[in-house]
């Protein structure tokens, strides 16, 4: 599930047994060398598909990690990027992989609660990349409210989201079965360590994400590929601030 560089079954297993914040404090290390790191051919179709969209000046990316959506919004935005996350580990991991540099934005970390984000109409584009597992529904609308707050009027809220799988496919018994193991975990096992995949449904996101006061559409992520059925494999979630 990871390369010789990545974390050892034991360093999972004591992440797995954390809370969400410590456990990500502890994987932050080795996280780049892991299947949880968003892959870079989904970054560059995002990328790709954002140029398009603006100009941006200025861009968040709510729950970094270890920066790889700040690495895009470097790409599409002309002024400063900033990066969010609680967890401290990660951010440190991000400021060592994405120092400034002189030809392009620059970058700012601020360790913070992706459920009360502090800033206030600050960013043209926010980004999220693999996140949302963390956030159980009834986050939702704090989640999306904050990242309204902090765009300006026009700005954007975007984000990659896969075709769920179908009913037949390993992928949708895979996880299933992580999902279950995972709330039995939490019922059992505290503190809690929250991560799903399939809580974060297009219709009810796309739902709370209007409530917020987003205009929303879903755009084809052509190049990711189409499944047999021809379904794309994964849509651009783009959420307007109106």
Do not use: I
């Not at 914040?21 to 790709?48: I, M, S």
């Not at 019922?187 to 219709?203: D, E, G, K, Q, S």
């Not at 917020?212 to 190049?223: I, N």
């Amino acid at each position: 599930m990871s390369t010789t560089q990545g974390p050892t079954l034991r360093e999972l297993a004591v992440q797995a047994l954390s809370s969400v914040e410590h456990g990500y404090d502890l994987l932050a290390p080795k996280f780049d060398h892991t299947p949880y790191r968003t892959p870079g051919r989904v970054l560059g179709a995002v990328a790709r598909a954002l140029r398009p969209l603006g100009p941006f000046r200025t861009g968040l990316d709510v729950c970094c990690g270890t920066g790889a959506g700040v690495g895009v919004l470097r790409e599409v935005c002309s002024g400063r990027v900033t990066g969010v996350d609680f967890s401290a580990g990660m951010l440190a991991r991000a400021r060592a992989s994405l120092p400034d540099a002189p030809e392009g934005p620059a970058v700012g970390w601020v360790r913070a609660d992706a459920l009360a984000l502090p800033f206030a109409e600050s960013f043209d584009l926010a980004v999220s990349f693999g996140a949302f597992g963390h956030f159980l529904p009834r986050e939702r609308p704090a989640l999306f409210a904050g990242v309204h707050a902090s765009l300006r009027p026009g700005g954007l809220f975007v984000f990659p989201m896969g075709a769920p799988p179908p009913v037949a496919s390993r992928a949708y018994w895979t996880t299933l079965g992580f999902d279950t193991a995972m709330r039995v975990r939490n019922a059992l096992w505290r503190p809690r360590f929250v991560m799903y995949y399939r809580t974060f449904r297009l219709p009810d996101v796309l739902r709370d994400l209007e409530r917020a006061g987003f205009r929303t559409r879903l755009e084809p992520l052509a190049e990711l590929g189409v499944r047999s059925d021809g379904v794309p494999r994964a849509g651009l979630v783009v959420a307007a601030k109106e």
